[in-house]
């Protein structure tokens, strides 16, 4: 067994996980004051009986309410104008929707008790560093991705040729509760569960073969690619009535967010920051069109040199064995199994390709000047990146 290197393990949220927990919502949100800003999707949950239960369940516990709503990723101004307007008036945070929602939110609770626009704190252009001080968030997802209910940065995002996705980031930002309830999660469509349930699934793999993963981060993350394993289709193919799958989805995304918070991303992640910037695609679709392609090729670089990154290469074989349920009984056989299980999956659930969004060969040298390996065991040259876009254009 190899040695533990040093770690940290920063926190997790309070977790409130199983169908019915969205009946527990008011009251955990009258337990941090009067004053509730709720922030949600532009659609489904205020459609949905869900968001009239709360409201007056509210209002019965004595809590105020203001709302937001959020409809696609969340911009700093958006952030900036939300916050001008409630400064001071609000005791607690609660994003009920998908990564997008979760991420408004959690910007939004940071920046309430900040001076001056969140710009000033976004990872890459930051002039001031955030002291942690922020309004009490809690986060309930209603699709299984991103895992942002569990992760300390909140994706800001503005989109155009000279656009970014940056990143609000501290420990203190993790949610104070995540309240996951998969009932929530029956309505998400097939198209959005499958592009999400690849981005939680990209996330898993990605911190377990990480350089920063510990063996707290590694047995989260496993038990992750178990419910993964058993979850991913049946969530696609049945997810309006399958609750068990939504369950191991929604339980799958949550630990991804942990687990990411703590061992970082590798190269999938290191694209989709600036393929996000620069095209208006959804992240999990970034993530869910290259996870294949970029897994085959760490995974290919990896095994041309054996012996220096024999550790990573087990690992991969481990998420093969454990999202496949079987062996092959050889570490390069269950790798490729991975590789293999994830390639099947994009293909049956019809993650659509880059180029339906408009990239182009003419777009892969700005993405790539701007994209990097992250904490992926093997860099990848330039090269051997350019070839992952390419196969996905
Ligand atoms: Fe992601």
Redesign the pocket.
């Known amino acids: 067994m190899e040695t533990i290197e040093p770690f940290v393990f920063a926190r997790m949220p309070e977790i409130h996980f199983g169908p019915g927990k969205i009946r527990q919502l008011p009251n955990l949100i009258a337990q941090k004051g009067r004053k509730v800003l709720l922030v949600t999707g532009a659609k489904s949950f205020l459609r949905s009986p869900h968001y009239d239960q709360l409201t007056s369940s509210l209002a019965e516990n004595g809590v105020a309410i203001d709302h937001v709503s959020v409809s696609g990723e969340p911009s700093p101004r958006f952030v900036d104008d939300t916050v001008a307007r409630l400064r001071g008036t609000v005791d607690c945070v609660a994003a009920i929707g998908g990564g997008s929602v979760v991420d408004a939110g959690k910007a939004i609770s940071a920046m309430l008790l900040q001076e001056g626009s969140v710009t000033a704190f976004l990872e890459g252009m930051e002039t001031r560093k955030h002291d942690g001080r922020k309004v009490p968030f809690i986060a309930v997802p209603t699709s299984s ?2 895992g942002a209910e569990s992760t300390k940065n909140a994706v800001l995002s503005d989109i155009g040729p000279d656009g970014y996705k940056s990143s609000l980031r501290h420990d203190a930002f993790v949610p104070d509760i995540a309240l996951v309830d998969p009932e929530l999660i029956l309505t998400c469509p097939p198209d959005v569960t499958a592009a999400c349930g690849l ?1 939680a699934l ?2 898993l793999i990605e911190a377990y073969v990480s350089t920063k993963a510990s063996p707290i981060t590694d047995a989260l993350a496993e038990s992750g690619l178990i419910r993964a394993a058993s979850g991913f289709l049946a969530a696609f193919e049945q997810g309006a009535t399958n609750r068990e799958a939504r369950s191991d989805m929604a339980y799958a995304a949550l630990i991804s967010g942990a687990v ?1 918070a703590n061992a970082g ?1 590798g190269v999938v ?1 290191g694209f ?1 920051g600036p393929i996000g910037g620069f095209h208006e695609i959804p ?2 679709v970034v ?1 869910g069109t290259l996870v294949g392609a970029a897994t085959r090729a760490v995974v290919d670089a990896l095994i041309s040199d054996t012996g220096r990154y024999h550790a990573a290469l087990h690992k991969y074989a481990r998420a093969g064995a454990l999202l496949t349920g079987r062996t092959t009984g050889d570490v390069v056989g269950d790798s490729r199994l991975l590789v293999e299980t994830l390639e099947t999956w994009i293909e049956r659930t019809r993650i659509p390709r880059l180029g339906q969004f408009g990239v182009r060969e003419t777009d892969l040298d700005k993405i790539l000047d701007k994209s990097n390996n992250k904490n992926a065991p093997v860099q990848l040259s330039r090269e051997q990146m350019t070839g992952v876009l390419r196969s996905r254009l």
């Open positions: 991705g991103t981005d990209t996330q990411l991303l992640h989709a992240h999990g993530c």
